[in-house]
T-cell receptor, first 117, second 112 residues
Framework: GAGVSQSPSNKVTEKGKDVELRCDPISGHTALYWYRQRLGQGLEFLIYFQGNSAPDKSGLPSDRFSAERTGESVSTLTIQRTQQEDSAVYLC???????????????FGEGSRLTVL | GDSVTQMEGPVTLSEEAFLTINCTYTATGYPSLFWYVQYPGEGLQLLLKATKADDKGSNKGFEATYRKETTSFHLEKGSVQVSDSAVYFCARLNTGFQKLVFGTGTRLLVSP
């Protein structure tokens, strides 16, 4: 596709259930990022992929959160045993890297809104 | 650590008013600086960037100048339009050049 695609766009789940959020980056973009945006707050970095390895996963809030990426393509963010504080919009972004460096020019999807009841 | 601080919103202006949204960054290294914008119902998109001191980024009538001496990157526009209503995020590239660190966002509301 032309842009970053995320699914589902909306997810309502019950506390304690597991959820999977999917991100399809722009073709050819080697770097992929997950951020979280809680209501009324800024963007919180979760994890960064370069290819299918994750050099920086420092932002994952707990071991209930995990992410993987297949090659330089789709990524899945999984939240196990969801809690109410996990309610947020989860944003995925992708970018090119030039000369081995992050340009900072990220292309964002529209996000997956997660509501945990 | 690496961080950015931007003014709290909402900023409420009438059409054709002058806009300033303040942003300051922590002075670790010489980061590239960015403004991103999120229009209602859309994903974040890059508005402008500056990669070194005294650089001026500009796009769609918006400007921001990289001021090393004041560690600032304030966003300005001379005459706002209703269509500029959005949330604006200041961001810096962290010192490892691996990720963007975002401010908390400033909502701009422009009325006719």
């Amino acid at each position: 596709g032309a842009g970053v695609s995320q699914s589902p766009s909306n997810k309502v789940t019950e506390k304690g259930k597991d959820v999977e959020l999917r991100c399809d980056p722009i073709s050819g973009h080697t770097a992929l990022y997950w951020y979280r945006q809680r209501l009324g707050q800024g963007l919180e970095f979760l994890i960064y992929f370069q290819g299918n390895s994750a050099p920086d996963k420092s932002g994952l809030p707990s071991d209930r959160f995990s992410a993987e990426r297949t090659g330089e393509s789709v990524s899945t963010l999984t939240i196990q045993r969801t809690q109410q504080e996990d309610s947020a919009v989860y944003l995925c972004a992708s970018s090119l890297r030039t000369s081995g460096r992050n340009t900072g020019e990220l292309f964002f999807g529209e996000g997956s809104r997660l509501t945990v009841l | 650590g690496d961080s950015v601080t931007q003014m709290e919103g909402p900023v409420t202006l009438s059409e054709e008013a002058f806009l300033t949204i303040n942003c300051t960054y922590t002075a670790t290294g010489y980061p590239s600086l960015f403004w991103y914008v999120q229009y209602p119902g859309e994903g974040l998109q890059l508005l402008l960037k500056a990669t070194k001191a005294d650089d001026k980024g500009s796009n769609k009538g918006f400007e921001a100048t990289y001021r090393k001496e004041t560690t600032s990157f304030h966003l300005e526009k001379g005459s706002v339009q209703v269509s500029d209503s959005a949330v604006y995020f200041c961001a810096r590239l962290n010192t490892g050049f691996q990720k963007l660190v975002f401010g908390t966002g400033t909502r701009l509301l422009v009325s006719p």
